[in-house]
C-alpha cells in the first residue's frame, strides 16, 4: 500500500509539474473538450440515432390522423402537381364518362404495401358517402356518382390505407401509439429507408401547451404556431411556407341591413389594408391554380377607390354612414384585425373590433381564416343553397350558374371559363375581403435541422416547393 502510494504521489508530481509547464496547451484541450460536448448536445454532429421528435396542435384519434403524419404513411389515388391540377399518384390515369358520374382509375404496376406484399385494388380501403366503389379487377377502382361532378378526382388525394390496418404506401410505418382515454397523445414512425430518421409526433391539446413542450425539451420541433408567437434563440430557427389551402378573409353578412350595400362592401374592400410579408389574395383561387384569373381587378389599400365607392353607397339610398359596423375577430388575428379596423376608420367609418374565440354564427364582419379545396370547385362557400357553409348568405344567380357548370363540365378550358366568371362576379359583388394565404411556420432546435430537411418536405407540399 505504502509502495502504491509513493508511486501515485510521484506520477501525480509529474503531471502537476507538466501542466505548470504546458498550461496554455492544458486550457486549450479543455476548452476544447467544453466546446465539442456543448455542440454534440445541441447538435449531435458526432453520433448518436437518428430520430426527429415534432409537436402538433390539436385532438386526434387513431382513425383521424392529420395530414402532416398520413403524408408519410401513404399516397392517394391521386394529388394535385403545381399549378393545381389533379394528377394520378397511386393510379397511373383515369377514365370518366360523358356526364362525369363513372370513374374508372387505373393503378400503377409494381405498387407494394409496407408489408411488401403487393398492392391489389381490392385492398384499398375507400368510404365515400353517397358513391359506389367496386373493384372490376385487381387493378381497377371504379366510382359512380347519383350526381355529375367533375371535380371527383380532386377529392381522392388524402392517403389510402390497407383495409383493417393502418399499412400504407409511404416511406414510413406506424409502429407505436399511446392515448389518453380516446385521444392521441404520441406515435412513432419507422422508416422503411435507412436513410430517415425515426420520428416521434407527440400531439397537444392547445398552442400554450405546445409551446410549453418544446421549451421543456420535449420535442424538437413544433408545427404550425401562429406567427405572432415570439420563439427565438441562438439554437432556435423557422421554416415558413405559403399555406395555399387557407385564406385569411372578411367575410361580410350581405343580409345585414348596412352591409347588404354593395357600395359599402366594395369600399371596405378597396380600403382593407396589405398585410406586409404575406402572400396577397387576389380572389379565393390560388395565383398558381389553373383556374385562376390572370386580369382581375385589383382591391386592397386602394384609397381612391374605397371614396369613390362610399359615395356610391351615399348615392344608393344609405340613410346614414355612422351606423356602428362591429368587425369580429379570432384572438389569433387580432393584430390583422386592428390594421383593418384602422384603414376603415380612415374613411370615416365607425368601426369596432370584438375578439371572440372559434367561428361567430352572427356577425356583420368577420376576419377569419378559411379552409379551401385544392380544386377551384368552391360550390359549398359561395352557392346561394348552401346554407350551412355560405356564412355570408351569399346570393347572385350568375355565381351560382358559374358554380354549378364548373362542376358539372368535364372540359379543362370550359370549366377555366366559368371559373374566371365567378371570380370576377365574386370580386365586384363583394361578399368578402380576400386579404391574404397565410404562412405555415415550423420552429425548431437548429440541432434538428438536417433530419428535418429530410422529413418535412415529405409532409407538407408546400415545404418540398419552397426548398
Known amino acids: 500500500m505504502f509502495e502504491f502510494n509513493s508511486q501515485f504521489r510521484i506520477f501525480s508530481l509529474i503531471v502537476i509539474n507538466l501542466i505548470k509547464r504546458k498550461m496554455w496547451i492544458f486550457l486549450g484541450v479543455v476548452t476544447a473538450l467544453v466546446l465539442l460536448t456543448i455542440f454534440q448536445i445541441q447538435f449531435n454532429i458526432l453520433w448518436g440515432k437518428k430520430i426527429l421528435s415534432e409537436g402538433l396542435v390539436g385532438t ?30 397511386l393510379a ?40 359506389e366503389v367496386s373493384f372490376p379487377d385487381e387493378k381497377t377502382v371504379e366510382f359512380k356518382l347519383k350526381e355529375p361532378y367533375s371535380p371527383f378526382p380532386s377529392l381522392l388525394v388524402s392517403p389510402i390505407f390497407k383495409k383493417g390496418t393502418r399499412l400504407g ?13 380516446i385521444f392521441l397523445t404520441k406515435v412513432t414512425l419507422s422508416p422503411l429507408d435507412a436513410k430517415l430518421p425515426e420520428l416521434i409526433i407527440r400531439f397537444y391539446p392547445n ?11 420535449e420535442v424538437q420541433s413544433l408545427f404550425g404556431v401562429s406567427s405572432n408567437q415570439n420563439l427565438s434563440g441562438p439554437f432556435i430557427s423557422t421554416k415558413q411556407a405559403t399555406d395555399y389551402s387557407k385564406i385569411v378573409t372578411i367575410l361580410y353578412n350581405t343580409k345585414d341591413p348596412f352591409l347588404g350595400n354593395r357600395s359599402l362592401r366594395q369600399a371596405l374592400s378597396f380600403s382593407a389594408p396589405e398585410i406586409s410579408g404575406e402572400t396577397v389574395a387576389k380572389s379565393p383561387i390560388p395565383p398558381f391554380s389553373w383556374a385562376y384569373g390572370t386580369d382581375l381587378k385589383d382591391y386592397l389599400n386602394d384609397a381612391d377607390q374605397a371614396k369613390e365607392a362610399l359615395n356610391r353607397a351615399k348615392n344608393s339610398g344609405i340613410s346614414s354612414l355612422d351606423k356602428q359596423i362591429i368587425l369580429t375577430v379570432t384572438p389569433q388575428l ?30 356583420q364582419a368577420l376576419l377569419v381564416v378559411q379552409n379551401i379545396p385544392t380544386d377551384p370547385d368552391q360550390y359549398f362557400l359561395w352557392h346561394s343553397t348552401q346554407d350551412k357553409t355560405n356564412p355570408t348568405k351569399y346570393s347572385q344567380a350568375r355565381a351560382d350558374k358559374d358554380l354549378e357548370d364548373g362542376r358539372k363540365l368535364s372540359n379543362a378550358g370550359e370549366r377555366k371559363n366559368a371559373y374566371i366568371d365567378f371570380q370576377k362576379v365574386l370580386l365586384e359583388d363583394s361578399p368578402a375581403t380576400f386579404l391574404y394565404f397565410p404562412k405555415y411556420s415550423v420552429v425548431y432546435l437548429k440541432k434538428a435541422e438536417t433530419n428535418l430537411n429530410q422529413v418535412l418536405p415529405l409532409q407538407l407540399p408546400q415545404f418540398a416547393k419552397s426548398n
Open 60 to 89: 386526434y384519434q387513431e382513425a383521424d390522423l392529420p395530414l402532416e403524419v398520413t403524408k408519410l404513411l401513404s399516397q392517394g389515388l391521386t394529388k394535385t402537381d403545381q399549378t393545381g391540377r389533379t394528377v394520378g399518384d
Open 92 to 131: 397511373a390515369g383515369w377514365e370518366v364518362n360523358n356526364d362525369a358520374t363513372t370513374f374508372k382509375f387505373k393503378l400503377k404496376d409494381n405498387l407494394r404495401w409496407a408489408d411488401n406484399l403487393n398492392l391489389k385494388s381490392g385492398d384499398l380501403d375507400i368510404n365515400i358517402p353517397n358513391v
Open 169 to 181: 404506401t409511404g416511406p414510413y410505418r406506424l409502429t407505436a401509439v399511446e392515448k389518453s382515454r
Open 207 to 217: 398552442e400554450k401547451t405546445a409551446l410549453t413542450g418544446f421549451s421543456l425539451g
Open 334 to 363: 387580432e393584430i390583422v384585425g386592428e390594421r383593418v379596423v384602422s384603414a376603415w376608420k380612415s374613411l370615416g367609418l365607425n368601426v369596432v373590433m370584438r375578439a371572440e374565440s372559434g367561428i361567430a354564427q352572427n356577425f
